[in-house]
């Protein structure tokens, strides 16, 4: 599976922004998915993930109550609205899939799509 990440720019903190990854491929809607985010200088983490069929969510506790992940299955896509987002979240935002069951953890993910910045200004 092929996938693209769109919707990154910048934002005032505060503000919101919608990120959208795009899955090309057959069979996305047996993928669990997620979002991590790497910042200059930073380790590459984990911001939220939701499974095949959009039952099972988790987030980062840093984003919890923010950032809502949600996937479209007919579409193939899986989205990350981030709302009244801080300077801490500046970072590369990429999109990953787990043919098998998605987690936390980097070494989960089968694919990666190519991240889009997200900077947030003060």
């Known amino acids: 599976v092929q996938l693209q990440a769109s919707g990154g720019g910048l934002v005032q903190a505060g503000g919101s922004l919608r990120l959208t990854c795009a899955a090309s491929?057959?069979?996305?809607?047996?993928?669990?998915m997620g979002w991590f985010r790497q910042a200059p200088g930073k380790e590459r983490e984990f911001v939220s993930r939701?499974?095949?069929?959009?039952?099972?969510?988790s987030y980062a506790d840093s984003v919890k109550g923010r950032f809502t992940i949600s996937r479209d299955n007919a579409k193939n896509t899986v989205s990350l609205q981030m709302n009244n987002v801080k300077p801490e979240d500046t970072a590369v935002y990429y999109c990953?899939?787990?043919?098998?069951?998605?987690?936390?953890?980097?070494?989960?993910?089968?694919?990666w799509g190519q991240g889009t910045l997200v900077t947030v200004s003060s």
């Open positions: 491929g057959r069979s996305f809607g047996s993928y669990g």
């Open positions: 939701i499974g095949w069929s959009g039952g099972s969510i």
């Open positions: 990953a899939a787990a043919s098998r069951r998605s987690t936390t953890l980097i070494t989960s993910y089968d694919y």
